[in-house]
């Protein structure tokens, strides 16, 4: 990650630090580098923690009957080590979506593809094919998991990645 040159940043500190009682005791007790690190520490515990209330979220909806429709078999394999057993559903096409979803009309699905061009397309021909034709097509877990894309994740399966051991998904 590229940290700002120390001058911008300790411009950046003094200004959060006005803007918050806390940073004023720190700004002049630590570097303007230490202190940015810090503050790069707390943002990436607080978009982890951010993280895991979507993660518990998909979980519940999963739990209760919703099905995950994924991109490939190391997304479903994620989805799986952080703890979301529901049915998990991979892409072939929208033919064999078509195909499920008459057997499945009451199902409520949650597209899950990847934060990339490619995903985003494949989202919007699912919502296209199969709006009306199951209960629900929910898009809404693409959008909330774009905090991950801050961390540098792009792709479904890479979020186990972000999950430190031993953390709870609520």
Request: glycine content about 6%; overall charge positive.
């Amino acid at each position: 990650m590229n940290h700002p040159r120390p001058a911008k940043a300790h411009k950046m500190i003094i200004s959060i630090g006005k803007a918050c009682p806390y940073f004023q005791k720190k700004i002049f007790s630590q570097s303007p580098t230490m202190l940015y690190k810090e503050l790069e520490v707390q943002r990436h515990q607080d978009l982890t923690e951010s993280l895991l209330k979507v993660l518990s979220d998909l979980r519940a909806e999963s739990e209760s009957g919703a099905v995950i429709l994924v991109e490939g078999e190391r997304d479903e394999e994620c989805l799986k080590r952080l703890g979301i057993n529901g049915t998990i559903l991979r892409y072939t096409s929208i033919r064999a979506l078509l195909s499920w979803a008459e057997s499945n009309s009451k199902t409520r699905l949650i597209v899950l593809t990847d934060l990339d061009a490619e995903g985003r397309r494949i989202a919007k021909k699912v919502v296209a094919s199969l709006s009306g034709r199951v209960r629900e097509v929910n898009t809404s877990y693409i959008r909330r998991l774009s905090i991950v894309r801050r961390m540098g994740i792009s792709e479904i399966k890479d979020i186990g990645n972000l999950v430190p051991d031993g953390w709870p998904i609520y």
